[in-house]
């Protein structure tokens, strides 16, 4: 016997495109709205562009920890959705085959999706997490390359006056320079080039040389007249302005990977603050984690409307779940994180209250016959949408 049939293949690709295209819908939301920002704050802060393609990469977990769950349980309910509206779900249950049975592929779906994630809230999301503050420290406080801005005047250790008319190829070529530079003998030179562009010292990492083509320099001597020189090139050394180094990971809870948090959360030698809000991080990932397995019962009890019907509440109804769900465990892990409860308490009980309503709502769909999950619910929208319709139908009525 086959341990996978013709339906299992089936019900395979029912969930497959749906889970896909909610993973991309939902991942490229979050990034075209976090993209707009980055924008934003690069350009005031006189970055690379490519800085912001590598700080969005850094933040791709983070969203994928949100996409993943959703997109396992919207990819479940609209299979079994498709299913239910187009009768094929009444022929298999026809034929013998269970709602327990019917879900076997989903299941398997939903425990590579949970390793997935675990993974991913485990280890990849601490890590790029740090990887991504420290992008906003570097591109705040630092490089040269993002610390003068086109068109405006940067002042360099007291000593140098900058200022760039245009940047090309993220910044690899600048034309139109201005510079204005004093040394301690009171000379001052005041420095134009058509181009140039800044190249590193490999002997000296606190010094980089502006190698400008092209101009001319004025230089001004007290009690003597300026000279002006003429250059085909000359390299101008800039002393680097000191970079604030960035902090050691673990600055924060969830930058520490999973077995970090174990140690800190349940070690007798660490504060007692360190050890509670560590705690209050690895359940708080452990009960967004082991709830994934929960979702395709919730898909499934939430997919099959009423008889002779296709209403879609149940779509609205399963991503208002999830959502509250979400935002009850972050409440929790702050709340138990701040001391005022018990980290397992905060975020257990929540997940033993949900988990019940759905399997109670899949018994009530898989065991109790003609039940619906939530046919109260599905009425009063039916009574909603019935009185709505009659008092505009009747307000259209009305002579003017």
């Known amino acids: ?53 590598k700080m969005l990469a850094n ?30 779900l009444d022929v298999m249950r026809a034929v013998g085959l269970s709602y327990t049975r019917l879900l076997r592929v989903p299941y398997l779906i939903a425990l590579v999706m949970a390793a997935v994630n675990f993974a991913n809230v485990g280890y990849l999301q601490p890590l790029s997490r740090y990887y991504y503050e420290q992008l906003q420290l570097e591109l705040r406080s630092g490089a040269l390359g993002a610390s003068i801005r086109v068109g405006e005047f940067t002042t360099l250790q007291d000593k140098m006056a900058l200022r760039i008319e245009q940047s090309r190829d993220e910044g690899r070529q600048l034309i139109g320079i201005f510079a204005r530079v004093a040394n301690a003998r009171g000379q001052v030179l005041s420095i134009t080039a058509r181009e140039g562009r800044f190249l590193a010292l490999r002997d000296r990492p606190d010094t980089i040389v502006l190698r400008l083509l092209q101009g001319q320099i004025v230089q001004e001597v007290p009690n003597e007249s300026p000279r002006v020189l003429t250059f085909t090139r000359h390299d101008l050394p800039i002393d ?13 809870d969830r930058e ?23 705690q209050a991080s690895f359940n708080y990932r452990m009960v967004e984690v082991i709830m994934m397995l929960m979702l395709p019962l919730l898909g499934l009890a939430l997919a099959i409307p009423p008889k002779r019907s296709t209403s879609a509440l149940g779509v609205f109804v399963s991503v208002v779940m999830v959502t509250v769900y979400h935002k009850v465990n972050e409440y929790g892990q702050q709340v138990a994180a701040l001391g005022r409860i018990d980290p397992t308490l905060a975020l257990w009980a929540p997940f033993v209250i949900f988990a019940a309503l759905i399997a109670w709502m899949y018994w009530r769909v898989a065991y109790v016959p003609g039940g619906q999950a939530i046919g109260w619910l599905e009425t009063g929208t039916r009574i909603i949408v019935k009185r709505a319709r009659t008092l505009l139908n009747r307000h259209r009525r009305q002579p003017a």
């Open 240 to 252: 680097l302005p000191a970079i604030e180094q960035f902090r050691a990971r673990g600055g924060k």
């Open 1 to 53: 016997m086959k341990f996978f049939t013709a339906i299992d293949r089936y019900i395979f690709r029912l969930v497959l495109m749906p889970m896909l295209a909610v993973f991309v819908i939902a991942a490229s939301l979050l990034v075209l709205d976090k993209m707009l920002k980055l924008f934003d704050f690069v350009a005031t802060e006189g970055g690379p562009v490519s800085v912001v393609f």
């Open 59 to 88: 933040m791709m977990p983070e969203y994928a920890s949100n996409a993943i769950p959703l997109g396992l349980m919207l990819g479940v309910l609209f299979a079994f959705r498709k299913l239910a509206t187009s009768s094929e």
């Open 256 to 278: 520490y990977i999973l077995p970090e948090l174990l140690r800190i959360g349940w070690s007798d030698t660490m504060p007692e603050d360190a050890r509670i809000r560590s």
